[in-house]
């Protein structure tokens, strides 16, 4: 379907920073071209830079995070950062950069939704028989963004209950804290999850997921791609199935509860930043 709003319009999006991929990616595939807010995007691949071109304009550019970040605006600060992600001991990759035919809205409120783990995850990320989610934490900081913490659930792998922490930089954008166990005393560390999208219209993106992990010595490279790789099938094939491509912000148009409230506290703070490109609403 055809967008039926110049994303010029919507400043809160207008105004961000997107990735257009792994510059390793880019330089092997040799992309010379790519879209964003409906707007064609081409590209230069250098050896030491990669520039970025759209409607004659020339675009900044920065590298982080694994990806090479642009934008079509004017944004207040840069791209989302996370200084762990550079330390020396962590296995860090893009897991993939791959389509989807929905809003990329869609994709952030289903990486905070808990709730859908034990249902969409079972045996990896939830199970049926431990559905239970306690209350946790949600606030908008000083600089606008959104920060869910405290989030417990149970993990089957570990079988032991994980928490997690979820800082939106942005509406299209989420990093994924997972808690490590410490010792008393120790300094907290985290295993870090990235979902960064592309919105190539309203109803479309390219998902670029990143992920930063402590190295321990039972980790295969090529086994943790593949895992997450199948993880994020699985939430390809039910966001793809929405009736509604774009994500409603009204509170009736899909039915929620309780255990909903990380999705519900999402949609309220799009609601505040006014955003509307990727979303819907019904008519007043």
Known sequence: MTSL???RNDKAVWNCWYPIGSPIDLRRQRRTRTTLLD???SLTIHQTWIAAESGGRQLPTLERLGYVWTTLGEPAGLPPSLIEYYEVDRLAMNVW???????????IDNVID????AFLHPGILGDREHPDLPPYEAATEENGELWS??????????????????????????????????????TPRYDYLGVFCQPTSEESFIAHKMLAWIREDWMDEKRLRSDQQWISAQDKYALERHTDKKLPLDEATEAST???????????????????????????
Do not use: F
Not at 114 to 117: D, K, P, V
Not at 150 to 178: D, K, M, Q
């Open 258 to 284: 309780a255990l909903d409230r990380a999705s519900l506290d999402y949609r309220a703070w799009l609601r505040r930043k006014d955003v509307r490109y990727g979303a819907s609403r019904r008519a007043a």
């Open 5 to 7: 709003m110049d994303a």
């Open 39 to 41: 707007r064609d995007v």
């Open 149 to 186: 913490r405290s989030h417990r659930a149970y993990l089957p792998i570990t079988g032991e209950i994980a928490e997690y922490t979820y800082r939106l930089p942005n509406p299209y954008s989420v990093v994924l804290g997972i808690h490590r166990p410490t010792e008393a005393g120790e």
């Open 114 to 117: 808990n709730a859908h783990y």
């Open 97 to 107: 950069s791959t389509p989807l035919k929905c809003s990329g809205l869609r994709v």
